[in-house]
């Protein structure tokens, strides 16, 4: 069948309508019809060939919610008209060590929905159902498709370094993944600090759950007062500051990805025996966990919903630093 997408046919092009053909259904995949894919900064970096891993005609989307509309004969997980979700991750070997120990998401196989071949901006797509999910009923699917990329990546890490209730949480720069690590690490039982460089989301964060909003960073007053810190900022950070901020034992979690290299002094580290730790997606027992949590707490990205049409205007806006705090996109 013929799939209507949308692509970028250059490195930082405009996307443009691209038909492409889909090939014989696999055993184990799962024909989906999108109905939402949100619009993840790592499809900026993608169109922009930031990580130097682009192929043009580039149609990015990862995040991604809509209805199973045929199934491969090894696919006995899900019939036809099942409400699912797909994110960065759409494969891996299954067998290495990382992948037997439930780690798929650092299987060095591991397989990109929108980097090797043509991801979510589109009316359909063909996914492994092994990296498909259930979305529970009670969630709406554009609140959803965020949590597909950007709910799993700031989840699982938080999970995997024992952010807990009552400990004191700093979230580094409120976009698509921040808004979703206010949303989670609040949900733990956590204090929320803001690190924001835009002063008009204050009410905003509030709102989400944040505890505190803090825009000067420097402010000494900060010194050794959090747990943990998740930085979700594309852009890079004074890292020896936030080292600072961080109470003995702390852990400062890197998701976001700045083009430079992360720089701190050996005393940083020292002193109070921290910790510098990256996170990765999510594997996939943490993504069936995270939807759970999030069903039951109510938990859903707070969205721009434009037609799929618009992409061009959407990226416009994310590139502009305008998004409050995903835009989904709705076929
Ligand atoms: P986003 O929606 O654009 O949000 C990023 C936020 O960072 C902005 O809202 C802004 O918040 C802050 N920021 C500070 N300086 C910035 C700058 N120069 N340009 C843009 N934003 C700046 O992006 P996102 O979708 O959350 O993605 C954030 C990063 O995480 C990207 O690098 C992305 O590739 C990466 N990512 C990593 C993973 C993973 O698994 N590790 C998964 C998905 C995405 P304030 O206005 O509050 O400062
Ligand atoms: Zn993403």
């Not at 969630?139 to 370094?161: D, E, I, N, R, W």
């Not at 290299?261 to 921290?274: H, N, P, W």
């Not at 799929?308 to 806006?317: C, H």
Request: proline residues 3%; neutral net charge; hydrophobic residues 35%.
């Amino acid at each position: 069948m013929q799939v209507h997408s949308y692509a970028a046919m250059e490195k930082g092009g405009k996307l443009q309508s691209f038909e492409y053909e889909l090939g014989e259904l696999g055993e184990y995949d799962v024909r989906i019809k999108i109905s939402h894919c949100g619009l993840c900064h790592s499809d900026l970096h993608l169109i922009d060939d930031d990580w130097q891993i682009s192929e043009y005609p580039l149609v990015p989307g990862h995040e991604i919610v809509g209805e199973v509309e045929k199934l491969g004969n090894k696919v006995s997980s899900f019939k036809k008209g099942d409400r699912v979700g797909v994110g960065w991750q759409c494969g891996s070997c299954l067998v290495c060590d990382q992948c037997k120990a439930g780690y798929e998401n650092l299987c060095s196989e591991k397989k990109k929905t929108c980097v090797g071949r043509y991801g979510g901006f589109a009316d359909h797509i063909d996914i492994d159902g092994r990296f498909v999910y259930q979305i529970p009923e009670s969630l709406s699917s554009a609140g959803t498709a965020p949590l597909m990329c950007a709910g799993v990546a700031v989840y699982q890490p938080m999970k995997h370094f024992g952010v807990k209730s009552g400990m004191k949480v700093g979230v580094i720069g409120l976009g698509g993944l921040g808004h979703m690590a206010v949303k989670f690490a609040k949900a733990f039982g956590c204090k929320v600090t803001v690190f924001s460089t835009s002063s008009d989301k204050r009410g905003e964060a509030r709102k989400l759950g944040a505890d505190r909003f803090v825009t000067d960073p420097n402010d000494e007053r900060l010194n050794g007062t959090l747990d943990f810190i998740i930085d979700t900022s594309p852009a890079s950070i004074d890292w020896d500051r936030y080292m600072e901020i961080l109470a003995p034992l702390g852990k400062l979690c890197v998701v976001g990805l700045p083009e430079e290299k992360i720089e701190v002094s050996a005393t940083s580290l020292i002193g109070g025996q921290k910790l510098i730790c990256g996170g990765s997606i999510g594997d996939r027992n943490s993504m069936k966990a995270m939807l759970k949590f999030a069903a039951e707490k109510g938990i859903e990205a707070q969205v721009e919903v434009m037609p799929m049409s618009k992409v061009n205007e959407a990226i416009d806006t994310l590139r502009k630093g305008k998004v409050r705090y995903r835009v989904v996109l709705e076929n």
